[in-house]
T-cell receptor, first 112, second 117 residues
Framework: AQKVTQAQTEISVVEKEDVTLDCVYE???????LFWYKQPPSGELVFLIRRNSFDEQNEISGRYSWNFQKSTSSFNFTITASQVVDSAVYFC?????????FGKGTKLSVIP | GAGVSQSPRYKVAKRGQDVALRCDPISGHVSLFWYQQALGQGPEFLTYFQNEAQLDKSGLPSDRFFAERPEGSVSTLKIQRTQQEDSAVYLC???????????????FGPGTRLLVL
């Protein structure tokens, strides 16, 4: 069985602060993919990143960065210099097959 | 259009009514998925199509739920005799997904918010 845990239910930060969203996963698959999606108030899930289980290289995209550590089964997401537009619910997801298993999400509020 | 579209965006139904939710995937995408998202939860898998073939319907919560994709593009999720516990957001996603590959990114539509009174 696959499981994704996002222990932080809600986080509030002041604009320009850095924030890290945690994601821990469980799987017995040796090959799998990890994803982060953003869900703004409009409701649409916006794809942010996909990583495969063989690539532990950290990735940076603008103000976003991801830290994948297979040893701790974690795939954490950091937003640097947060902005009000970053306010949304963020979901971590795991795919060992075509099904995506999602965590419960972390609601991020960025206060001006 | 460029993305996945869903209609209606909002649906209010009386308990016992049948509803039909439509999904238009990204043009050319072979794979199509339906997910159910309860309030405050992450999406949960319902069913998966590759072209017109429904390869997995293990997530459908009961036999009142039925999905089809007859021509391999547009899909409809039908819920018969709706119950209050069916209230949720129903999300559709598509991926390029050729040759049954499962590792491709799924792109989601805006969802249909269903409220059963």
């Amino acid at each position: 069985a696959q499981k994704v845990t996002q222990a932080q239910t809600e986080i509030s930060v002041v604009e320009k602060e850095d924030v890290t969203l945690d994601c821990v996963y469980e799987t017995r698959d040796t090959t799998y993919y990890l994803f982060w999606y953003k869900q703004p108030p409009s409701g649409e899930l916006v794809f942010l990143i996909r990583r495969n289980s063989f690539d532990e290289q950290n990735e940076i995209s603008g103000r976003y960065s991801w830290n994948f550590q297979k040893s701790t089964s974690s795939f954490n997401f950091t937003i640097t210099a947060s902005q009000v537009v970053d306010s949304a619910v963020y979901f971590c997801a795991l795919a060992g097959s075509y099904q995506l298993t999602f965590g419960k999400g972390t609601k991020l509020s960025v206060i001006p | 259009g460029a993305g996945v579209s869903q209609s209606p965006r909002y649906k209010v139904a009386k308990r016992g009514q049948d509803v039909a939710l439509r999904c238009d995937p990204i043009s050319g995408h072979v794979s199509l998925f339906w997910y159910q998202q309860a309030l405050g939860q992450g999406p949960e898998f319902l069913t998966y199509f590759q072209n017109e073939a429904q390869l997995d319907k293990s997530g459908l919560p009961s036999d009142r739920f039925f999905a089809e994709r007859p021509e391999g593009s547009v899909s409809t999720l039908k819920i018969q005799r709706t119950q209050q516990e069916d209230s949720a957001v129903y999300l559709c996603a598509s991926s390029h997904g050729t040759s049954g590959s499962w590792d491709e990114t799924q792109y989601f539509g805006p969802g249909t918010r269903l409220l059963v009174l």
